[in-house]
C-alpha cells in the first residue's frame, strides 16, 4: 500500500532571480536540467518575492504569514517557533518531514545549531546550517545538534543528503516532504568549483539593458564597474549551472526509486539579486531583479505543462502546493490557494501582490535605504515610503526594464490615486507604514534588533 497523498520536494535557492536561467530566455545560463524539467512543468513568469530578503521571505515560505505575524521581520531576527509552518500541516496529514540545507530564521549567532524541539518548525530530518555561505568545506548540523564537517561544494554535499532520504523513504507507506534549501547563487559569487566557472567568460557576458556605467555598493565603498558586474554574473552563472545539475541528480534519484509519478517537484528562490540592475547590487528593492524569481511546478499527470504570466506571490506558494496535495493549512494564513494555476489552463491569479521592505538593514543600511511598501500588478508596480506618497511607478509592460519611472507623469494620475488606495489598504491589513526605526519600537523589536546589530558591530536604536 503506497501513500495517499504525493511526495513533496519543494527545491529553493538563495537570491535567484527569475531572468536567470535559459526556461526564462537567458542563452546566457547552461541550464539544461531546469530547462527540461520546465518542458514538463508549470513555468510561472510572474513569482513574486513579497519581501525580497532571506530572512522574511523564508518565513512567508514556510507560514504563508506575512513577517508581523510571523516574527522574523528582517535578517538575523529570529521566527516565532510557536507559528505554523507548512511542515506542521503536513505532519497531521501523516508527512514525515525533512529539512535540508541553508535555515537562516533562528537569529544570531549565524553558525549556531537549532535543537530539537518547536525552533525547527515540525522538520523531522534536520541537516541545517542557520546561516554560512561559504559553500566550499563547511559544516551542518543533524538531528542531534552533531556538527558535520565536509569538504567539497555545499550543495552537492546537500544534494548528497537529499538523495539520501529520497532513497530512504522509497517503498515507505508514510508520504515525505522535503525542503531543500541551497545557498548560491547568493554571492560569494567565486565560491564555486572552477569547473564551472570556466564555462563562462566575463569578457563576453551580455549585461542587462539597466545596468549603468556606475554601480552602487555601498556609501563607505567605491562604486563597482560593468567589469566588476560581468565578473560577478560569472560566478552567479556558474553557481546556477552547479544547481543545475544537482537538480538534474535529483530528478534521477526520484525516477530511480519510482517515486517521481507521485511527487511534487518545486523549484524557487527566495528573492532575486539587482547585479547592477538599475545601478544597484544585492536585493530589498521593489525591481524587477530583486522581487521576482523562478517557479517550475511538476506532478506528472496531474500540473499542466504550461508557460503562465499569471500573478503568485511567495505568500501563496505554501497554501498553493499543499492545495495541490488536497491538504491547507488549519488556521488563516496570509497567502491564498493559487494550485489551480499549476493544472487548469483559464485559472487567475492576483490582481497584485503586496510588496515591502520593513526594515532596511545590512547591505541596505550601508546604501543608504529606506523602508518601502509597494504593488505589483500584471502592467505596474507603485512603491512608497513612510516619507512619501509614492516615488517609483513603472508601466512594466510598456517598459520591462524599469527605466522610465512614471510616478509625476499626469496620464497616469489616476492609476496612481487607484494603486495607493489598494497599496493603503493592504499596509492597514498587514503591517504600518512607519519610518523603520518608528516601526522597530512600535511593534517591540527594538532588543532583537540590538541584539542582532551588536552581534554585526552595527549601531543601535
Known amino acids: 500500500m503506497g501513500p495517499t497523498h504525493p511526495n513533496i520536494l519543494f ?12 526556461c526564462y530566455g537567458n542563452e546566457q545560463v547552461i541550464s539544461p536540467h531546469f530547462d527540461a524539467f520546465a518542458q514538463e512543468a508549470a513555468q510561472l513568469t510572474h513569482c513574486v518575492s513579497n519581501s525580497p530578503l532571506c530572512v522574511p521571505a523564508r518565513g512567508i515560505l514556510l507560514t504563508s504569514l506575512f513577517p508581523l505575524k510571523h516574527g522574523a521581520i528582517t535578517n538575523d531576527l529570529p521566527i516565532n517557533p510557536e507559528v505554523t509552518s507548512m511542515a506542521h500541516v503536513l505532519q497531521a496529514h501523516g508527512y514525515h518531514t525533512g529539512y535540508i540545507g541553508k535555515w537562516h530564521l533562528a537569529g544570531i549567532p549565524r553558525d549556531q545549531f537549532i535543537p530539537a ?9 534536520w ?40 532513497n530512504e523513504r522509497a517503498g515507505k507507506d508514510r508520504p515525505w516532504s522535503l525542503h531543500l534549501s541551497w545557498g548560491p547563487p547568493h554571492d560569494p559569487y567565486q565560491a564555486v568549483p572552477r569547473q564551472y566557472l570556466n564555462l563562462y567568460d566575463p569578457a563576453t557576458i551580455e549585461l542587462r539593458d539597466n545596468v549603468g556605467e556606475s554601480i552602487v555598493r555601498n556609501l563607505k565603498k567605491g562604486p563597482l564597474s560593468r567589469a566588476d558586474i560581468r565578473r560577478n554574473l560569472r560566478g552567479y552563472y556558474a553557481h546556477i549551472t552547479a544547481l543545475d545539475e544537482q537538480f538534474g541528480r535529483l530528478l534521477k534519484a526520484l525516477k530511480d526509486t519510482r517515486q517521481l509519478e507521485n511527487t511534487i ?17 544585492d536585493k530589498q528593492l521593489p525591481y524587477e531583479e530583486s522581487i521576482r524569481v523562478p517557479l517550475l511546478v ?17 505568500v501563496d506558494l505554501a497554501p498553493s502546493i499543499l492545495g495541490l496535495a488536497g491538504i491547507s493549512f488549519p488556521n488563516p494564513v496570509d497567502g491564498r490557494d493559487l494550485h489551480t494555476l499549476f493544472t487548469e489552463s483559464n485559472a487567475r491569479g492576483r490582481d497584485h501582490v503586496y510588496i515591502f521592505d520593513l526594515i532596511p538593514c545590512h547591505q541596505a543600511e550601508d546604501r543608504g535605504g529606506r523602508e518601502w511598501r509597494g ?78 546589530q551588536i552581534y554585526f558591530k552595527r549601531s543601535t536604536l
Not at 11 to 22: N, T, Y
Open 127 to 166: 541537516k541545517t546550517i542557520n546561516c554560512g555561505h561559504r559553500y566550499i568545506d563547511d559544516h551542518y548540523y543533524d538531528e542531534a545538534d552533531n556538527r558535520i564537517d565536509f569538504r567539497g561544494y555545499e550543495p552537492e554535499v546537500q544534494t548528497d543528503l537529499a538523495i539520501d532520504f529520497v
Open 11 to 22: 527545491v529553493f535557492s538563495d537570491q535567484h532571480r527569475w531572468c536567470d536561467l535559459g
Open 117 to 125: 524541539g518547536p525552533s525547527r518548525l515540525g522538520f523531522e530530518t
Open 265 to 281: 517537484v518545486v523549484y524557487t528562490s527566495d528573492h532575486g539579486d539587482m547585479l547592477g540592475s538599475q545601478n544597484f547590487c
Open 375 to 452: 504593488l505589483r500588478t500584471k502592467q505596474f508596480t507603485f512603491v512608497r515610503s513612510a516619507a512619501d506618497a509614492g516615488y517609483l511607478f513603472y508601466d512594466n509592460e510598456a517598459d520591462p526594464f524599469q527605466r522610465n519611472n512614471l510616478i509625476s507623469h499626469p496620464d497616469y494620475a489616476k492609476v496612481r490615486s487607484r494603486l495607493n488606495d489598494q497599496l493603503i489598504r493592504e499596509v492597514e491589513t498587514n503591517d504600518a507604514l512607519l519610518p523603520w526605526e518608528e516601526f522597530i519600537r512600535r511593534f517591540g523589536f527594538v532588543e532583537a534588533w540590538n541584539k542582532s
Open 298 to 314: 511538476q506532478w506528472k499527470g496531474r500540473t499542466r505543462i504550461s508557460v503562465n504570466d499569471e500573478l503568485i506571490g511567495l
